[in-house]
């Protein structure tokens, strides 16, 4: 959200804005940098397997 003072002082907003696109060339700079040393990219998969438990504290019952 905008101050009062960036509201009526253009110059602060162009500085703000100039900010912005500095920290972000210099973040794309930075990916292709990280990229650029890696060989190839790897993915990993991983997932999360949920047995079902009986909490009647009963006997399960075998299918036959």
């Known amino acids: 959200?905008?101050?009062m003072t960036e509201l009526l002082?253009?110059?602060l907003i162009n500085q703000k804005i100039a900010d912005h696109r500095a920290e972000a060339?210099?973040?794309r700079r930075a990916q292709e940098a990280t990229s650029a040393s890696r060989s190839?990219?790897?993915w990993s998969l991983s997932a999360v397997?949920?047995?079902p438990?009986?909490?009647h504290g009963g006997q399960a019952t075998k299918a036959i």
Request: aromatic letters at 6%; a positive charge.
């Open 40 to 42: 190839e990219r790897t």
């Open 53 to 55: 438990v009986l909490r």
């Open 9 to 11: 002082n253009a110059d």
């Open 1 to 3: 959200m905008n101050t």
């Open 49 to 51: 397997l949920r047995v």
């Open 25 to 27: 060339a210099a973040w």
